[in-house]
């Protein structure tokens, strides 16, 4: 499905830009109303996402091309996002990091590679392991879920055609179809957004279950620059009811740590005593202040 051409767009090099971005705004529109379709799936992966990291494991995606773009942006976005250690939530890619910014499609067609590159992660029953391919037929993709699941782990494949060779080798697989692109073959477009789209489910999804937010807040960020330690004051201001003053204060004594400020300010407890507690709820911050 989507290698076919899109008869809606037959003329797309004969439109004017307005028929054009129109054109590939109705076919966008597709995307969401796809993934509908498959929101029990994604929830069993943010179950099973959360499961896993709860128990020290790791979310690992593997992909090549934009596929594997796509992973590596949810995987460098995690850390900065939820507090997590950057060894949480990991990518793979075909060619390596190279790969990022310089395209390596011939690398996507080798199994032994894809092998060879999630055997080097050592994936094992404590991990999940995600595999995401537009097509659902990229042999480098197939072949390190193949590897990661002989070795434990768990696989959930993101693929945009049904019945795809990668979802065979998936735990769960979500098989979300956007139908033929506005440029033929060229994944980027909608199989890349509901890609992009399902990975903002899974990670945000299984953060919050794992207590890395509050409320709808983003409670574990870190405070690396001016604008991230104003709206670090301003979530302690909201979810504690306390003037911008106190919320800077609290903040400061908590060593720029918005959980630890947070429990601080809701349980009127003391750094140690609040820095236990967050101890205890392995970092759930909701846990923590409710005991």
């Known amino acids: 499905m989507t290698e076919r051409r899109n008869p809606a767009t037959e003329n797309l090099d004969r439109m004017t830009a ?42 690992i995606y593997v992909g090549s091309g934009t596929s594997g773009r796509i992973g590596a942006l949810d995987a460098s976005e995690s850390p900065p996002t939820f507090g997590v250690s ?59 879920l193949e590897h990661a699941r002989d070795k434990g782990a768990a696989t959930v494949a993101i693929v945009c055609n049904r019945n795809s060779a990668l979802g065979k080798v998936s735990d769960i697989r979500i098989e979300v179809e956007v139908g033929p692109e506005v440029l033929a073959g060229s994944s980027r477009l909608k199989a890349g957004t509901a890609e992009k789209l399902i990975c903002n489910m899974l990670t945000t999804g299984a953060m919050s279950r794992l207590g890395y937010v509050y409320s709808n807040l983003m409670v574990n960020l870190h405070l690396t620059n001016k604008k991230l ?63």
């Open 18 to 59: 307005l028929e054009m971005i129109t054109a590939m705004n109705r076919e966008d529109a597709k995307v969401p109303r796809a993934i509908r379709k498959v929101l029990p799936q994604i929830a069993q992966a943010v179950d099973l996402v959360a499961e896993r990291l709860a128990d020290g494991g790791r979310l």
């Open 86 to 144: 950057a060894k949480k939530v990991q990518f793979v890619i075909a060619g390596g990091e190279r790969a990022l910014v310089k395209a390596a499609e011939a690398s996507e067609d080798s199994a032994e590679f894809g092998r060879r590159d999630i055997a080097a992660r050592r994936p094992g029953m404590h991990d999940v392991v995600v595999g995401i391919a537009a097509s659902g037929n990229t042999p480098y993709t197939i072949s390190a």
């Open 229 to 291: 330690v104003q709206r670090g004051i301003t979530i302690l201001e909201e979810l504690a009811a306390v003037d911008r003053e106190q919320a800077a204060a609290t903040l400061e004594k908590a060593g720029r740590s918005v959980p630890l400020a947070l429990v601080m300010l809701k349980t009127g407890a003391g750094k140690a005593e609040s820095a236990r507690r967050l101890r205890r709820a392995k970092g759930n911050v909701r846990r923590a202040i409710e005991g």
